[in-house]
């Protein structure tokens, strides 16, 4: 069987970076002058993140973890393993978890829980794509890029076997 490939293109470069902007206007706007924490997830939160931050005219610190790739990354209790956990210190600082896709919403939910736990002034969420459809838990995303319907994604940061994330777009994947 040949190996899976990506298929059509779902969100264009343009769309994404026309939408990058927005959420730029929009975050910067709700931040104003405060301090913020990027909290970037790996490895498929890169490109967004690295756009985003740069669509931010305000002051803020980019920092990374990474959800372990062991199982889904969270366990029945909701709690997470970071395999990468931040180098800075969020208590008392306002934080923004980027990631690039929520589907069930247990990886963002348990990431969300994990950083509270460190008495941060605030948390909030940003996500690339959107799977409302398959939605198991419920987590607020606070600033959304697109809704996407179920179907498995690569591109833009999002990976099949750890290909296909220097995709400049968000393609389907052929052939699984
Ligand atoms: P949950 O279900 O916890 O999962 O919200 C979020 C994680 O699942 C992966 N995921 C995908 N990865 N294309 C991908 O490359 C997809 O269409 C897709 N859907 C879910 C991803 O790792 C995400 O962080």
Redesign the pocket.
Known sequence: MPAPRPGYVLVAEKEIAARVAELGRAITRDYGETNLVLVG?LQ?AIPFVADLMRALPIDLTVDFLR?SSYG???TSSGTVHLAADLSVDIADRHVLIV??????????AALKRELEARRPRSVRTCVL?D?TG?R?IEVTIDYVGFTIPN????GYG???DGLYRNLPHVAT?EGI
Do not use: N, P, Q
Not at 100 to 108: A, E, F, N, P, Q
Not at 151 to 154: G, T
């Open positions: 997830v498929g959800a889904s990354g969270t990631d690039d896709i929520v589907d069930t919403g247990h990886t963002l794509l799977k398959r198991e179907v498995f994604v690569v999002l990976d099949y994947l």
